[in-house]
């Protein structure tokens, strides 16, 4: 492998993880992330021939000021902070990556993706950002050693060092080499990271919490849920079936032993009382706080842990921030907070029909247990009369709306019978389509019902509540979700944002408020796009973020303390129950405290036993390193002498090199000064030694260069 693209790949995959790192964060706009992306491509892909050039070098001055200018310029504009900011971290190592020359930017590089991944750290937290934590892990320590690598061959070029040939050193060859590393040594550096990633773990399982998490100042961007707002219009839905955002994880009560692989919930999240012909709204937007008792909210009660079925929701952050309940709701917990350092409750607010917000400062999501209806729940109060108005109320509408609606019910007077009938005509005589043309018309109702005879569940939905209020049956437009799929690793249903549905409440005396679903139930279904080994592969990949979720990011003091009550638990249960041991031994803090002391004792021992083998080994080493500074005393006197006769020995060039060299020029002194340099040469780092007698021959044999030498510079003055 060469030394010169090991080390670019290694370098070149940190600049990626740390733009990864970046720019999953959600803080970017998504074009921008593209451009970013397709950039620093570009970037990785430049010749390194181009970077050398002259014109290229002035460009690598005038890029980052030029696009510190644009930043500032955004800034003026109205743009956050916080983007302009990231963009232009972003931006500079693109730019880095496409300027570099040599070590040194491949040093600022690295530093520049670390830097990168500790923005992403505060910035977001999901699971690709720990996959490109786990790569900075492996690839740093390769990266790292290489660079310095690389960096110390071209500060010896610039030195003017030389190689054991006497020539210039070759940073090019050097760069192709093939024996500089192997296989073995990028094994070993990458191997660096195990220690590392344990110890850091070990920090992050032991460091006190109390009360927050690793991530204090991460946020979660909420995602924008089309149909939850105050406005529902006929034509303004779009395609949400296909989205496979997640919106929640939902765990239901009473599920068999093999779980089926969707369900339908029907989760509501808002219901709607006013049609004005077009759209849906809602005639009372006031809210007030829900009664509340700490994490118990009451919706017709409040919990009751013993009797009550429970459904568990993890819900994600989405805006509005609305609860989804199902209809048979009675009560609601609230789990712990979202990990922050925001650890008080969320408020949660009731407004009109039903509808539950929560407001909390971090706006991170919501975890709550639903307290589902038991049998022996007391009925729902009759609706009153301005009630049963509002229910009732419809804009001026064609004539024939209503006649199809008596054609449908024609011989049914309970609300319940006409109900499934409005709800079996529309199933079967009516086609679902995200593209109906109905969207479009001056009456989108009317023109859905009678002529185009297509379109999504809103449709539906709008034409059975107009139906039959026009038969004077209370109903209301309900939207929300209507089930999810099941992951069989995290044992839970998931429920995507393309799960969104449309469907009605109807009204019956002694039995409240009933769901009807008009839409075809092949449509109203919950989807899922992917089957096979890819619908395998997804349920683990959202399984394992959802655990990195709860045991990474939202890791707090009472997971740390439930991780405490595991050992000690199986602690005591590996120790023997009787016995001297088991007394040692029953107590945690006696046993650290004992090995702690036994780990003394041992490292005591073993400073006893190093010190006594110590002084023999200490006489060894002085020797050597006696006769090595004596070696390089006597060659010194020989560089003298030579600087003395006008030969010195330049600090670039190696002691073999120069006095090889002299010997070549036939210098009177060369052979002499090869022999000798040759004989400090084995003692300084052959592993020779020096004894007395060396050493007076070595002194001899300099007297005697200084009288030849003499002796030709008094021919060279008798001449003449």
């Not at 693209?5 to 370098?11: E, N, P, Q």
């Not at 500032?72 to 300027?99: D, P």
Request: with cysteine; net charge positive.
């Amino acid at each position: 492998m060469r030394f010169g693209v090991v080390h670019r790949v290694m370098t070149d995959t940190l600049a990626v993880l740390g733009l990864l790192a970046l720019l999953t964060s959600g803080e970017l706009d998504r074009t921008v992330a593209y451009v970013l992306v397709g950039a620093m491509a570009a970037a990785l892909a430049l010749p390194e021939r181009l970077q050398d050039r002259p014109a290229w070098r002035k460009a690598a001055v005038a890029a980052p000021l030029v696009l510190l200018g644009v930043q500032v310029l955004r800034l003026a504009g109205g743009e956050s902070l916080l983007a302009a900011s990231i963009e232009f971290a972003a931006g500079l190592q693109v730019l880095r990556l496409a300027t570099r020359r040599g070590a040194a930017h491949d040093q600022q590089v690295i530093v520049l993706a670390l830097l990168h991944l500790i923005a992403g750290t505060v910035l977001g937290s999901g699971l690709t950002y720990g996959l490109c934590f786990l790569g900075f892990l492996i690839v740093t320590p390769g990266a790292l050693v290489l660079s310095h690598l690389r960096r110390e061959v071209e500060g010896n070029y610039r030195q003017g060092a030389r190689d054991r040939t006497g020539l210039p050193v070759d940073v090019p060859r050097i760069l192709r080499s093939r024996r500089v590393i192997g296989r073995q040594f990028l094994l070993l550096t990458c191997l660096l990271s195990v220690p590392i990633f344990v110890f850091t773990a070990v920090i992050f399982v032991l460091f006190p919490r109390v009360g927050l998490s690793l991530l204090l100042l991460n946020r979660n961007h909420p995602e924008r849920m089309v149909g939850f707002s105050e406005h529902v219009d006929l034509g303004g839905v779009g395609r949400l079936r296909s989205d496979p955002t997640i919106v929640m994880r939902v765990d239901p009560p009473g599920l068999p032993a093999v779980p089926p692989p969707r369900l339908a919930l029907y989760l509501r999240g808002a219901a709607f009382d006013r049609y004005d012909g077009r759209a849906w709204s809602r005639t009372h937007r006031d809210e007030l706080p829900a009664d509340q008792a700490g994490s118990d909210v009451k919706i017709r009660r409040f919990p009751d842990p013993v009797r009550d079925r429970i459904m568990s929701i993890d819900l994600e952050s989405i805006d509005p921030p609305v609860v989804f309940l199902p209809l048979d709701a009675v009560a609601l917990h609230v789990l712990a907070p979202a990990p922050g350092l925001d650890q008080s409750h969320p408020e949660l607010f009731l407004g009109a029909e039903g509808v539950l917000r929560y407001s909390s400062a971090a706006q991170r999501g919501l975890r709550y247990d639903v307290s589902l209806a038991t049998a022996s729940e007391p009925p729902l109060p009759a609706l009153t009369a301005p009630e049963r108005t509002r229910y009732l109320s419809l804009p001026p509408l064609p004539a024939r709306i209503a006649e199809l609606a008596e054609t449908w019910t024609a011989g049914a007077t309970a609300p319940r019978e006409q109900a499934h009938l409005i709800e079996a005509n529309l199933r079967s005589g009516y086609r679902y389509d995200l593209d109906s043309p109905s969207g479009a018309a001056k009456n989108p109702l009317e023109d859905f019902l009678f002529k185009s005879k297509r379109g999504h569940c809103e449709f539906y939905s709008t034409a059975m509540t107009v139906m039959l209020r026009e038969l004077g049956v209370p109903a209301r437009n309900v939207t929300g979700f209507v089930g999810g799929t099941y992951n069989r690793f995290s044992h839970s249903y998931v429920v995507r944002q393309g799960d969104a549905h449309s469907w009605v409440e109807v009204w019956l005396e002694g039995a409240g408020w009933t769901r009807f679903d008009p839409t075809p139930p092949s449509d109203a279904a919950p989807r899922s796009e992917l089957t096979g080994v890819l619908a395998v592969m997804r349920d683990f990949v959202e399984a394992l973020g959802q655990r990195w979720s709860h045991h990474v990011i939202g890791y707090d003091l009472r997971q740390q303390l439930g991780l405490y009550d595991q050992v000690r638990d199986a602690y005591l249960r590996m120790i023997p129950r009787r016995g001297v041991a088991g007394q040692v031994l029953a107590s945690p803090r006696k046993t650290v405290l004992g090995g702690l002391a036994l780990a003394g004792l041992g490292f005591g021992v073993y400073q006893l036993l190093r010190r006594r083998r110590q002084p023999k080994k200490g006489r060894e080493r002085t020797n050597d390193e006696r006769g090595a500074h004596e070696a390089a005393a006597l060659y010194r006197a020989l560089e003298r002498l030579l600087a003395a006769r006008g030969v010195p020995r330049p600090s670039s060039t190696p002691p073999l090199a120069h006095a090889r060299s002299l010997e070549a020029l036939g210098h009177p002194l060369g052979a002499e000064t090869l022999e000798l340099t040759e004989c400090y040469l084995r003692v300084r780092f052959g592993g020779e030694t020096l004894d007395h007698v060396a050493r007076r021959a070595y002194l001899d044999r300099l007297q005697a260069m200084r009288s030849i030498a003499t002796e030709q510079r008094g021919r060279a003055g008798s001449m003449p």
